[in-house]
């Protein structure tokens, strides 16, 4: 009988079955279990379109999309209806189809938290039972274990001095080697020199690759009228090659060290002038406490010192008390 039913027949069938949320909540709480279904908030069931374009412009459609709001949170859930008597070895390709179009509306529309999407396929296959795996990362063969989820390389746990050794045209543990302590001149002195041979090993390419990481980390720790300086010895790297990365490094590492002794001098100059701003301070204090010593002498009261010597009363009180025990 079923032979003789109309193109889609199935599939209309169920449709207009999950079109009610009597129906969805069924599907998920009592028949799947899900064990978040219990907090569903049923009012906020609702349906939403179904088509979507790809990037490439080709129009997929699911069946039934349900939208609910679980914990100040939007849940979506896929229904997806197989009609056919034969299983869909492509199901986690369509599946994984429906799910992008869906997560890129939401990016479009600026959510700052993607929802969760839940797929359900229902089968109503007679010949053959749904024999294929319901594991969508599976369709990523070997790399599935690794899909979403994300590795952390935190540079300054690494140790970079093993891939040095190789000293191979690799720009990768040279950068990170002095990206752990670009904020320390003192060590990226020392660790120049020290991937000194590194950097005659290089490539042209990544000689210059190398130049620009340079450019945007090395260059804005140098004294401002220092810059020029290093732009000159980069030209000049640029145009000798590798041979020229000895010159490259002893240079830099001079001008991080003149750097160096110039936020000295500075650091000295501002600790002088803090000191005599903190010592014309103490010294006005100084006098108008002298000056609020006699005037409590001469029997003014707290408030008529405190405006002339713009002490606190408190402070005043307190100096009455060990002049006038």
Do not use: C
């Amino acid at each position: 009988m079923s032979e003789n039913l109309p193109p889609k027949e199935h599939d209309s069938t169920f449709k207009f079955l999950f079109e009610e949320k009597e129906d969805i909540l069924l599907l998920v709480k009592d028949i799947l279990k899900y064990k978040w279904a219990e907090m569903i908030d049923e009012d906020s069931i609702e349906l939403v379109k179904t088509n979507y374009l790809t990037q490439d412009f080709m129009q997929i459609e699911a069946d039934v999309i349900a939208k609910a709001r679980l914990r100040e949170r939007e849940v979506y859930f896929y229904i997806l209806i197989e009609n056919q008597s034969t299983v869909k070895r492509d199901m986690q390709l369509r599946i994984l189809k429906y799910m992008i179009s869906l997560w890129a509306q939401e990016i479009r529309k600026g959510v700052e938290v993607l929802p969760a999407i839940i797929p359900i396929v229902v089968y109503n296959g007679i010949d053959e039972r749904w024999n294929i795996s319901t594991n969508l990362m599976e369709a990523f063969d070997i790399f599935r274990d690794d899909i979403f989820k994300y590795r952390v390389v935190d540079i300054i746990e690494l140790d970079m001095k093993k891939f040095l050794e190789k000293q191979e045209d690799v720009l990768g543990p040279i950068v990170f080697y002095l990206e752990q302590v670009r904020e320390d001149k003192n060590e990226l002195v020392k660790r120049l020199y020290e991937i000194e041979a590194n950097l005659k090993s290089l490539s042209r390419r990544n000689i210059d690759r190398f130049l620009n990481w340079a450019h945007y980390i090395i260059r804005p720790r140098l004294a401002e009228d220092l810059k020029a300086e290093y732009d000159k010895i980069v030209a000049r790297i640029k145009e000798g090659g590798a041979g020229k990365m000895g010159d490259f490094v002893s240079n830099v590492a001079r001008l991080l060290d003149e750097t160096k002794t110039k936020e000295f001098n500075m650091g000295i100059q501002q600790g002088i002038q803090q000191g005599i701003q903190q010592g014309i301070q103490q010294g006005i204090y100084r006098a108008k406490v002298e000056m609020a010593k006699k005037l409590i002498q001469k029997g003014y009261s707290d408030d008529e010192i405190a405006e002339l010597t713009e002490l606190e009363i408190d402070e005043i009180r307190k100096l009455r008390k060990e002049l006038i025990p």
